[in-house]
């Protein structure tokens, strides 16, 4: 279902907030895999940027993605467009394409590569549907630009909307670039940035050491994991001098909170650059800060790897907050998160906490069996192209002579006689879902479901598993993509001329696009499912 706001209405609710002087450069930040359990338990008295977030902006404690699909894609999706992954295209950060039978990644561009390497294929926002905030702002305030960095193609692409002037990304090769869909060369501060970079990597020693003793906060030692015993705690190398940039290093580099500050150098370098917030309209920076993800996959989120990992973000976002308001004195800054997680199964269980991991290839055999007890052969009736999205075969059905009906309620069937599933839909059944969105902490779980289905690209029937549930193996160590609140609620802070208070009330992060167009002065120019959250009017001037 959709939620919208008429765009007459927010047209002229716009032109009424435009009275106030729009800022020279917006910046919205979202941290990939931050929940707001991680917020309000390490972030919230600490003395950098992160800290002074939350104390000094609008903080709203209680947001959420309404979607059941909590990943990178979609999440990225919604930040920035204001709908939901059902609306924007991207229903899971891959999906199945019937069509071609084969899977389509949420920005694959095969007719693209990336600048300065051909041989590479690019990409861009084909696949994403409909505009966003950066389309509007540069249609509606004349000389506004628009740019993107991200240590993931896809968290920078699907932010910065249809046409942003330009989107950058970190890539395996140590570099940071874009495709031929935005650019054909590098400008030459990136240039810069990306030579700085390669004699670093080839001269300096690189090893993650904790900012300070975390013995007491958090849980050290060892972790045993489907029988092997994991090493975690700080030091990590990441490299000596004379080890190849290759994927060994890549993996290592950004499960580290070096790649979040590699970005953030870029984020500075491109904000001298491109002269950011010194032309005539109001420029927008968005920024993904990838390395909290990586790091909450290797190594979860209940030890000294992601308490240190938040300490560091909170002093390099604290040097970026004090250059920014340096640059451009009255910036505005967004923070946000495309999802959350929970922490490793393992350490859950020790809190009491009923968590499992379920080896999918095993989950996968056993929905085979039951299957099979129905008619012989009928394992063959699907595609598992994900534990979560199920597409039926037609070639199949066509052999056993069923129609899709049969075949799915058979499915459905066989699914639900697993302990660890909690709810199946058809894509029928939730193209017709109706649920009047009010509140999205008590949104059923068949409504989040919904709103991650999208028309033609989304299975055939979608699947949510119970509460703390994990499909990731070794060496991923936690998981997301559930639509439980561990993976939905996450933090929404305006910092800028506005109020700095607390609030409590359940929110959504579609809601964050309208809220940031009415405060510029601007319109979407389309029908959103968000809706204006009130900030109780600015600070005295």
Avoid at 164 to 179: I, L, M, N, Q
Wanted: aromatic share 8%.
């Amino acid at each position: 279902m959709r939620i919208v706001l008429p765009l007459l209405a927010l047209t002229c609710l716009s032109a009424l907030a435009a009275a106030q002087p729009r800022p020279k450069l917006v910046v919205v930040i979202a941290v990939d895999q931050c929940t707001q359990e991680l917020i309000q338990r390490w972030a919230k008295d600490l003395p950098g940027g992160l800290g002074q977030l939350v104390r000094e902006g609008t903080t709203f404690t209680a947001a959420y993605h309404d979607h059941g699909f909590t990943e990178t894609g979609p999440g990225h999706s919604v930040i920035l467009s204001g709908r939901f992954p059902g609306h924007t295209g991207i229903t899971e950060n891959r999906w199945w394409d019937r069509s071609t039978g084969k899977a389509i990644y949420c920005v694959q561009d095969d007719a693209t590569t990336l600048v300065g390497a051909p041989t590479q294929k690019g990409s861009s926002p084909q696949w994403f549907l409909g505009t966003a905030l950066g389309d509007w702002l540069q249609a509606q305030v004349p000389g506004s630009r628009v740019f993107a960095v991200s240590g993931k193609d896809r968290a920078a692409i699907l932010l910065a909307g249809r046409k942003p002037t330009a989107v950058y990304w970190f890539t395996p090769d140590g570099r940071f670039t874009t495709s031929t869909a935005y650019a054909t060369v590098l400008p030459s501060w990136l240039e810069a940035v990306n030579r700085e970079l390669a004699l670093r990597f080839r001269d300096e020693s690189w090893v993650w050491t904790p900012l300070v003793s975390h013995t007491g906060q958090v849980r050290m030692g060892d972790l045993v994991v489907d029988g092997q015993t994991l090493k975690l705690g700080l030091p990590h190398p990441i490299k000596t001098v004379g080890m190849p940039v290759d994927a060994a290093f890549d993996k290592r580099f950004r499960a580290s909170p070096f790649l979040d500050q590699a970005i953030l150098d870029v984020s500075e370098a491109l904000m001298e650059g491109e002269r950011l917030g010194r032309g005539p309209g109001t420029d927008l920076l968005a920024l993904s800060l990838t390395a909290t993800d990586a790091i909450g996959h290797t190594y979860g989120h209940g030890g000294e790897e992601m308490r240190d990992q938040i300490m560091r973000l909170d002093q390099r976002l604290g040097q970026f907050l004090a250059k920014l308001r340096g640059r451009v004195p009255g910036a505005w800054v967004l923070l946000t998160a495309d999802h959350g997680a929970s922490d490793a199964p393992e350490r859950l269980v020790e809190q009491g906490i009923p968590a499992r991991r379920v080896d999918a290839k095993r989950f996968l055999e056993a929905l085979n069996r039951d299957l099979e007890t129905w008619k012989s052969g009928a394992s063959g009736l699907y595609r598992p192209h994900s534990t979560s999205m199920l597409y039926l075969k037609e070639g199949a059905l066509k052999d056993f002579g069923l129609d899709g009906a049969t075949a799915l309620q058979a499915l459905r069937k066989a699914l639900l006689a697993r302990p660890e599933v909690a709810e199946v839909a058809s894509a029928e059944e939730l193209a017709a879902w109706k649920e009047e969105r009010k509140d999205p902490a008590t949104l059923s779980l068949r409504g989040r479901l919904a709103l991650s289905y999208t028309p033609g690209r989304s299975g055939d029937l979608m699947v949510a598993y119970k509460p703390y549930v994990s499909f990731s193996s070794l060496p991923g160590l936690s998981d997301h993509y559930s639509p439980w609140d561990y993976d939905r609620r996450v933090p929404l802070i305006f910092y800028g001329p506005w109020r700095s208070e607390r609030r409590s009330e359940p929110v959504s992060v579609v809601d964050l696009a309208p809220t940031l167009a009415f405060e510029l002065g601007i319109a979407p120019t389309e029908q959103l499912d968000g809706k204006v959250l009130d900030l109780r009017r600015r600070k005295a001037p």
